[in-house]
């Protein structure tokens, strides 16, 4: 799930599939109903949140927590402790040096971390 529809989403999604991982992208624009549709077989959800929490979202998280899948979110450092609880476990994004969190800062951090854990997985698997 990400709150907004991004370049690094893209990658990621392609990076799990090329994987074997079956990937199915959320992004603000997708409907609760269609969410829920495609939810079914799903076993694990990463959220990807860099700004404060949607209503859309939110609903969307609250909906995964009934199904009790796992969550794992990559977030902004803006992020309200009553969300950051709904999630599995998180990675913090910081940007310590401006107000707001900096897109290319957030993007790059949670790539690498990223690929930090796919190597983890595909480690394992051998």
């Not at 990463?46 to 990559?74: P, Q």
Request: aromatic fraction near 8%.
């Amino acid at each position: 799930i990400g709150d907004e529809s991004d370049a690094f989403i893209t990658y990621i999604a392609a990076k799990l599939q090329s994987k074997g991982f079956r990937v199915l992208v959320s992004s603000s624009k997708d409907t609760l109903l269609n969410f829920e549709k495609n939810l079914n077989e799903t076993m694990l959800i990463l959220v990807f949140n860099r700004h404060s929490a949607t209503e859309s979202l939110l609903k969307k998280i609250d909906y995964v927590k009934e199904k009790k899948v796992i969550m794992i979110g990559f977030l902004g450092s803006k992020q309200s402790v009553n969300y950051r609880q709904l999630l599995d476990a998180q990675f913090e994004i910081r940007d310590d040096h401006s107000q707001s969190l900096n897109h290319d800062a957030y993007d790059s951090a949670v790539i690498m971390i990223f690929d930090v854990l796919m190597s983890l997985v595909s480690d394992s698997s051998k």
